[in-house]
């Protein structure tokens, strides 16, 4: 079989580069070593645990808010196996969407697992032992990550367990600690927190979404303390020790060598991921990787080899699906002699607890490291009408634009429907817009989305108009 386009993966990044090739008259294949499509995000990553904050948050605000809002029931019982049964419907109906995509633009899909016998020929290992060999003009990478597991913290997938098992447990837990204070450590903790688990933190840093702006982190572990979420800030885990029924994991403060122990139903591990390239035969075509086993490409997203392409969690930067599926388009436009381009600094970030997290462009420190000049804006959501409406006063909307020329250089938003709302930030920013611009623009009321021009008001000379 020969193909203009192989895609080995069919997560967001892989079936969306498949489905662009085809629509550019490639044809197109690709391989997936999994019975579903949809890879990590899919499957056990971004719409799993999202089915599951929305049913946490559900049963939250029944336990906590629906009296205030005048409507009285009896205390809510949780019903665990049927809030994953939920979850895995949504998964199933999901990945079903993307088979049919496939047939639609004419995709074949092979399932196995692929590795390279030379640089135009993938070889499919399939569950009954049987091989099958493709060939195709050009070739992308899209197999994804891992949950990084250091020996150290004795991963059992029993006990000790990643975002992966996380997401199957059927029975809630009375305690959990997490190992890592970043979006999966936070997600997954503000749904077992929001159930009913008592939870708690171990970060090596000395604060929590150490990747993103510092009030976002200030923000957002002040509303997760509300939610009885406990913090061990500037702990490193020295071992993990996985029983029967619980785990036992040893901690020390950063900067001593006095340790103390914790036990807990579970141990989630949640410190990264690495880039999956197992098996993949590399060495076979010379394709280079870098220190972190990172596949390395150019700004075009090739290899050193000239017909193969990487993309999404298998090359540098940011772990996101939305940033995978940028890629993926670039690519097949290129190989299809247009001029596609990505602007890195214009991919937003999202943490889905809830509060919602969002961020693009430059955060406030490295603003200043880099010694750019710049001015804030911020405004609350607690002075909010459309926040005070719904009671989702936490959070805050914060700007950032060029002290001289008053383009907008950041925006972060910490608060209710964050996560949509990055969108004005991102729009204005990719058509270099200025605070000005931004607060010129009729904003309708009641909505969330007036804090951003508030904050924009207070970052063109402190002049917001409802604080």
């Not at 913290?153 to 890592?180: H, W």
């Not at 002040?222 to 036992?248: C, D, E, M, N, W």
């Not at 996560?419 to 009321?445: K, N, Q, Y």
Request: include cysteine; hydrophobic fraction near 40%; glycine fraction near 10%.
């Amino acid at each position: 079989m020969s193909y203009d386009l192989i895609v080995i993966g069919s997560g967001p990044g892989g079936y969306v580069a498949a489905i662009r090739g085809s629509q550019l008259g490639m044809k197109t294949a690709i391989i997936e070593r999994y019975n579903t499509l949809g890879g990590t995000c899919l499957n056990v990553g971004c719409i799993p645990s999202k089915a599951l904050l929305d049913s946490s948050e559900h049963f939250f605000n029944a336990r906590e808010h629906f009296a205030e809002h005048g409507i009285k029931i009896n205390a809510p019982k949780l019903d665990m196996p049927a809030m994953i049964a939920r979850k895995a419907a949504v998964v199933d109906q999901t990945t079903k969407g993307i088979d049919f995509l496939m047939k639609k633009n004419k995709i074949d899909v092979f399932h196995g697992h692929g590795s390279f016998k030379d640089k135009t020929t993938v070889s499919i290992a399939k569950e009954d032992g049987s091989t099958e060999e493709i060939v195709g003009k050009n070739i992308i990478i899209a197999t994804g990550s891992k949950p990084i597991t250091p020996e150290s913290m004795g991963y059992d997938k029993n006990r000790v367990i990643t975002s992966t098992e996380a997401l199957q447990i059927d029975k809630l837990p009375k305690s959990m600690v997490i190992i890592g204070a970043g979006v999966i450590g936070l997600e997954l903790g503000s749904v077992f927190a929001r159930l009913g688990t008592q939870v708690e933190i171990i970060e090596f840093q000395d604060r929590i979404l150490a990747g993103m702006d510092k009030d976002c982190s200030k923000e957002m572990m002040r509303s997760l303390k509300k939610i009885r979420i406990k913090f061990h800030l500037k702990h490193a885990v020295q071992s993990v020790v996985g029983q029967k029924t619980q785990a036992k994991i040893t901690v020390a403060k950063r900067d001593s060598e006095d340790s103390f122990e914790m036990t807990a139903d579970y141990c989630l591990i949640a410190i990264g991921r690495r880039a999956y390239t197992d098996n993949l035969g590399l060495e076979n075509v010379g394709v280079a990787t870098d220190d972190r086993g990172r596949i390395e490409v150019d700004d075009h997203l090739r290899t050193n080899v000239d017909n193969i392409y990487a993309i999404g969690d298998v090359i540098k930067g940011a772990m996101l699906a939305h940033k995978a599926e940028e890629e993926g388009v670039l690519v097949a436009e290129y190989l299809a002699g247009q001029k596609p381009h990505i602007d890195y600094n214009l991919i937003p970030g999202v943490v889905y607890t809830w509060p919602e997290v969002a961020s693009v462009g430059k955060a406030e420190h490295e603003l200043k490291d880099a010694g750019v000049p710049y001015k804030v804006g911020k405004f609350p959501y607690k002075a909010l009408g459309r926040a005070r409406a719904s009671g989702d006063t936490e959070g805050m909307v914060k700007v950032l634009a060029h002290a001289d020329t008053d383009e907008i250089l950041g925006m972060h938003i910490v608060g209710a429907r964050a996560a949509d709302m990055i969108m004005e930030g991102v729009s204005l920013m990719e058509f270099r817009a200025t605070a000005e611009d931004m607060v010129r623009m009729s904003h309708p009321h009641p909505t969330y989305t007036e804090a951003v021009r508030e904050a924009g008001l207070d970052a063109t000379g402190g002049r917001p108009l409802h604080i």
